[in-house]
């Protein structure tokens, strides 16, 4: 089994200041782990978040990006603007963004295309929302996503993805999926990925679980064969919960 990915998304939530706060929390609480820990904060604690985890194991990331490298979009942010500041990952096409902000397969493939030009480490999301899990159509929209919105992917550029399957009714809902359920979909994915890139690309891609994973299920849903770890919300806003998922995978 490989070593696992664990990833705060605090969404639109801590200040400069309480950014500060939870980042020192967090670094002792996580230094020990041989998990990859990662935050992806607000663009406005970026820099406050960089600096104070300079030298420990925590990477950084953001939650979005835009796919033009510079002009007239107001209230976007490039890539390179990500990269220069020395931001690692970038979260794309969080169902979050596709729900209020008309994010579709096809701008989620833009965003991921121009972060990985930037060095940049995409993080993308997919999910069935709970209609769709009802009308039995969870394979058929994740195939579709993941053929649309990687559709000009090359493997190079697939090997420093990372995928996080997110069921749209999971997330901040207080519903997880089961173990089962989680591990089926993504084991799903996986077969969708290496049927275009081969089993030895689709075994080494990082798939991560995300829906109200918390300290409680954590350990369940990461010992599941094919869930390579977690995509959190809610939980990673406390840092002895988030710590706690960092670590309920040894
Ligand atoms: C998320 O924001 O990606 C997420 C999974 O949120 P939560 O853990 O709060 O469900």
């Not at 696992?4 to 967090?26: H, V």
């Not at 942010?77 to 690692?88: C, K, R, T, W, Y």
């Not at 798939?207 to 919300?233: F, K, V």
């Amino acid at each position: 089994m490989k070593n696992k990915i664990i990833a705060g998304n605090w969404k639109m939530n801590k200040t400069r200041l309480q950014a500060e706060q939870l980042i020192t929390q967090l670094i002792p609480l996580v230094q020990d782990t041989a998990n990859t820990v990662i935050v992806c904060v607000p663009f406005t604690d970026l820099q406050t978040v960089l600096a104070l985890t300079k030298g420990t194991n925590i990477h950084v990331g953001a939650q979005n990006c835009h796919w033009k490298e510079s002009g007239a979009y107001t209230g976007e942010i490039s890539p390179a603007m990500l990269a220069e500041l020395g931001v690692e990952y970038v979260v794309i096409g969080h169902s979050e963004r596709r729900t209020y902000f008309g994010e579709t397969d096809q701008t989620v493939l833009l965003r991921t295309k121009a972060a990985l030009a930037a060095g940049l480490k995409p993080i993308v999301c997919i999910g069935e929302t709970l209609a769709e899990r009802n009308d039995g159509l969870t394979e058929q929209v994740l195939t579709r996503q993941v053929t649309e919105g990687f559709k000009d992917i090359t493997a190079d550029e697939l090997s420093r993805i990372i995928v996080a399957y997110e069921p749209v009714w999971a997330i901040g809902t207080g519903v997880t999926a089961t173990d089962d359920q989680a591990n089926d979909a993504i084991a799903f994915v996986r077969g969708v990925f290496a049927r275009k890139y081969g089993a030895q690309a689709a075994d080494a891609l990082y798939i991560q679980y995300g829906g109200s994973m918390n300290d409680a299920n954590a350990a369940g849903l990461l010992a599941m064969s094919d869930i390579d770890g977690g995509l959190i919300g809610g939980a990673s806003l406390v840092a002895d919960k988030f710590a706690a998922i960092v670590h309920a995978s040894k």
